[in-house]
């Protein structure tokens, strides 16, 4: 029998005999789309859920977050980080905004804000941060750098869906934050994605905008997109929201069994965990010093795939160094990015993934661990023998 494909997720599906009936009563009532009941249930099941006051449904995670720069009129130019996926930067230039990267500090990945203020100009307009793996980013460091430069913080947390930081919902930080339900993330609704804002105001502008900017029959008071979840989605969303806690659990069960297994591994290393915060266990990324560990990243990816387990190297390359964006002057000296980027690899992690299959990780880790030391000691008797 071939050996199964080992990736680096496996969407969870909800229970297919709980789906059906919802999908009954769908058909009954010939409502697909447009706020209908499922929408408006699951959007006060996910606020209730993740504790924040309004959550705007929409079809991914792009579309909210090139919303979210529509209805606070973010221009000019706007401060974001080269380390992350490809969309938080694109959502940019879809607005005609002018992307400035800058590096991110080494210890979590994030957009370092020690290095922001050095990067305004007087066409920054705000801020765009990114939670990286759900690991949250100096909230608070960046919050006041917007208040004393009066820019507006739109967080890309589509890492961080259930994220809570001394006990409150990493979502709350910001203007606005946006998160995506794509299937490959720790929470999805196939595709989708939402904004999470404080006021019904604010919630109502977004609603606007994501359905052409219709405000009633007749009238249309912005030019908005279509950018809105079905039904289908919303209701599978709702029966995904039951099984997360569980879901949490079980990626936590794997994360510590790679934490542990990796513990005394020279050369690999891990993102701590940090104590005021509940993880969402959402990717497993590790780091390769190629002279420590004696092999690159790359010579890992490789050994894995033998196996027939596919790790993804994100983030890498930098979103700096695509076509569309390495000729920006803010594209260069971002060496912390780019050095991360060339040691890192997410291991596989998704709820049901085998012990054995973590197990088979970690011992292909240590073994090429164990070459290196025998390569070393190698080295070491050869040249004593020459003396
Ligand atoms: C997945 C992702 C997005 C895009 O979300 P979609 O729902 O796939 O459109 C944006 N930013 C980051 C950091 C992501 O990982």
Same mark, same amino acid.
């Given at each position: ?24 009563? &769908?058909?009954? #009532? ?5 706020? +209908? ?29 090139? =919303? ?37 500090? @080494? ?5 370092? @804000? ?26 608070? =460091?960046?919050?006041?750098? =917007? ?33 995506? %339900? !794509? ?28 359905? %052409? ?9 912005? @030019? +908005? ?27 936590? !069960? ?9 513990? !005394? ?16 266990? =959402?990717?497993? @990324? ?14 890992? %990816? ?16 930098? &979103? #700096? ?39 088979? &990780?970690? #011992? ?20 004593? !023998?020459?003396?």
């Amino acid at each position: 029998m071939e050996k199964r494909k080992i990736l680096v997720t496996r969407p969870q599906l909800p229970p297919l005999n709980e789906f059906i009936p919802l999908l009954a009563d &769908i058909w009954e #009532s010939r409502w697909l789309t447009n706020n +209908g009941k499922y929408h408006q249930e699951f959007e006060k099941a996910l606020a209730a859920y993740l504790g924040v006051p309004y959550v705007c449904l929409f079809a991914n995670g792009t579309l909210a977050l090139m =919303a979210a720069l529509q209805c606070l009129h973010i221009k000019g130019e706007v401060i974001t980080t080269p380390y992350s996926f490809v969309a938080s930067t694109h959502a940019l230039w879809w607005n005609g905004i002018k992307p400035v990267f800058v590096d991110i500090e @080494p210890g979590f990945c994030n957009l370092d @804000p020690k290095r922001i203020e050095a990067a305004i100009t007087p066409e920054t307009t705000a801020i765009l941060p990114v939670h990286v793996y759900g690991n949250p980013c100096e909230v608070d =460091a960046i919050q006041n750098l =917007a208040d004393i430069y009066g820019l507006k913080v739109i967080y890309d947390a589509a890492h961080a869906f259930g994220v809570r930081q001394n006990g409150s919902s990493i979502l709350n930080f910001g203007d606005l934050s946006i998160v995506s %339900f !794509h299937a490959t993330k720790v929470f999805n609704t196939i595709e989708g994605g939402a904004i999470i804002c404080h006021d019904q105001k604010t919630k109502r502008r977004i609603d606007y905008l994501k359905n %052409f900017g219709i405000a009633n029959e007749t009238t249309v008071v912005a @030019p +908005g997109i279509n950018a809105k979840m079905n039904e289908l989605q919303a209701a599978y969303g709702l029966l995904q929201l039951k099984y997360f806690d569980t879901v949490i659990d079980a990626r936590q !069960h794997i994360t510590n069994k790679y934490r542990e297994g990796l513990k !005394h591994i020279a050369g690999i290393r891990v993102l701590e965990e940090m104590e005021t915060v509940d993880h969402n266990y =959402a990717y497993f @990324p590790i780091f390769i010093d190629v002279l420590e560990f004696g092999h690159s990243r790359d010579d890992v %990816f490789e050994a894995l795939k033998k196996e027939n387990i596919f790790g993804r190297r994100y983030f890498y390359p930098l &979103i #700096s160094e695509f076509p569309t964006y390495r000729g920006l002057a803010s594209a260069k000296n971002l060496d912390i990015a780019h050095e991360i980027s060339r040691q890192v690899i997410c291991l596989p992690l998704y709820p049901d993934l085998p012990d054995e299959v973590v197990d088979t &990780i970690l #011992s292909l880790l240590r073994n090429m661990a164990q070459i290196q030391k025998k390569k070393v000691s190698v080295k070491v008797l050869r040249q004593s !023998h020459r003396k």
